[in-house]
């Protein structure tokens, strides 16, 4: 297992939930509003960076793991 590639994968992924769960997350059930095209395509780059930049943390994980049985 490659300690190193696993530990900056967990920093990444640290970094990631500081800077972007929060403007993904679900917005409460108790408040319906409907949000305007500008901000349903802010939501959505939003969503597509996280989604980017986790899989590109997860095969750092992968290829981590793969190196152990090698």
Known sequence: ???QRLQNAY???QA???RLTHKVRPRSAGTFTRPGPDRLE???R???EYTVELKDI???V???LARRQS
């Open 1 to 3: 297992m490659d300690q």
């Open 11 to 13: 920093v990444r992924l």
């Open 16 to 18: 990631l939930d500081d």
């Open 42 to 44: 802010e939501n959505l």
């Open 46 to 48: 939003h969503l597509a």
């Open 58 to 60: 997860l095969h750092e």
């Open 62 to 64: 992968l290829a981590g």
